[in-house]
């Protein structure tokens, strides 16, 4: 059962209308595998997408997280593995998508972001979202492993004097591009999705993912 607070209604109507208007905006996320990533508590360890906790990484992370940041950071609303109460942010629901993705599908967000430019850098299969004007494609997972290659990449698509958004399902590295493409260009849109799209193009790869009822018709079984 989702329960949103009224600070989780505000968040996303708040950056609901960031989208809409084209106001630059950054969206990060740090869920379990960003705090084991941390932590280095499973140093030889890999998340549930096959990612592995790099000590490099988690350093960067612990760098970001240990520094008020001037973007908007997100927890998951669950009791799970979390340092959070070490680090002081404005914390807001990580999950806002997700939880309305369960909720009611998300047929709105589908709308607002075919209306704008859309940037998506995520592995092949999110390729096929329609609401994608340009398309950068990463491995399944570890893509730390080719992190410069593909932030230089991503720094190509910005043009001076465009608003575009970013949007990017690249696993725990996600914190550490929006944190950088962030205070390399803030005249864009940053926002670590995650997930959140891949039922909508026919993978299911979260435990939620199989209760969802309202998923639109982007992804058609032929």
């Known amino acids: 059962m989702i329960n949103w607070t009224k600070k989780d209604k505000e968040f996303l109507y708040e950056i609901c209308e960031k989208l809409r208007d084209?106001?630059?905006f950054t969206f990060s996320r740090f869920g379990d595998g960003e705090w084991l990533a941390i932590s280095q508590a499973q140093p030889d360890g890999i998340n549930c997408d096959g990612n592995k906790y790099y000590a490099d990484l988690g350093k960067r992370l612990e760098e970001i997280i240990s520094k008020k940041q001037d973007y908007y950071i997100g927890h998951q609303n669950v009791n799970a593995y979390t340092?959070?109460?070490?680090?002081?942010?404005?914390?807001?629901?990580?999950?806002?998508?997700?939880?309305?993705?369960?909720?009611?599908?998300?047929?709105?967000l589908f709308d607002l972001l075919n209306d704008i430019h859309v940037v998506y850098i995520g592995n092949k299969s999110l390729s096929s979202l329609p609401f994608v004007d340009e398309f950068i494609e990463i491995p399944y997972n570890n893509v730390w492993d080719n992190?410069?290659?593909?932030?230089?990449?991503?720094?190509?698509k910005m043009n001076d004097?465009?608003?575009?958004?970013?949007?990017?399902?690249?696993?725990?590295a996600c914190e550490v591009f929006v944190h950088d493409l962030w205070?390399?260009?803030?005249?864009?849109?940053?926002m670590d999705v995650g997930s959140v799209f891949d039922p909508y193009v026919g993978r299911k790869t979260?435990?939620?993912?199989?209760?969802?009822?309202?998923?639109?018709?982007?992804f058609q079984t032929s």
């Open 183 to 190: 205070n390399f260009n803030k005249d864009n849109t940053y």
């Open 22 to 24: 084209q106001v630059p």
């Open 161 to 172: 004097g465009i608003h575009k958004t970013f949007l990017l399902s690249t696993g725990m």
């Open 206 to 218: 979260r435990s939620y993912h199989h209760r969802l009822q309202y998923i639109s018709n982007v």
């Open 83 to 108: 340092l959070r109460k070490d680090y002081l942010q404005d914390w807001v629901n990580s999950d806002i998508f997700h939880e309305l993705s369960e909720m009611q599908g998300l047929d709105y």
């Open 147 to 156: 992190y410069n290659d593909v932030l230089n990449e991503i720094k190509n």
